[in-house]
Nanobody, 121 residues
Framework: QVQLVESGGGSVQAGGSLRLSCAAL????????MGWYRQAPGKEREPVAV???????TYADSVQGRFTVSRDNAKKTMDLQMNSLKPEETAVYYC???????????????WGRGTQVTVSS
């Protein structure tokens, strides 16, 4: 059974840093794309840093220059280094992947359960 598991969330003061990790577990044939999303209370879920199908990473304008996403295809993991965090970035951060399980003929979307990031002023 395929699962995405996030870790690394927590509480940090404004200006601090956190590193989030996502691991794709299970019998997976290939991962087409992965990305980090976040959702604050009362807001829509938004992309933060996403690897496109061609392997290129794109960032939300608000995090450009402060966040760095990395991916290890062999280990099926993805990290998000977040620096200079701001209070307004308090949210649940989710890992998303479009992947093909070995039991499937087509790509499927998977979401992790999310990890809470709290940035205090």
């Amino acid at each position: 059974q395929v699962q995405l598991v996030e870790s690394g969330g927590g509480s940090v003061q404004a200006g601090g840093s956190l590193r989030l990790s996502c691991a794709a577990l299970g019998d997976i044939y290939i991962i087409n794309s992965m990305g980090w999303y976040r959702q604050a209370p009362g807001k829509e879920r938004e992309p933060v840093a996403v690897f496109e199908s061609d392997g290129r990473a794109t960032y939300a304008d608000s995090v450009q220059g402060r966040f760095t996403v990395s991916r290890d295809n062999a280990k099926k993991t993805m990290d998000l280094q977040m620096n200079s965090l701001k209070p307004e970035e308090t949210a649940v951060y989710y890992c998303k992947a479009k992947l093909i399980p070995r039991s499937s003929w087509h790509p499927l979307d998977y979401w992790g359960r999310g990890t809470q990031v709290t940035v205090s002023s």
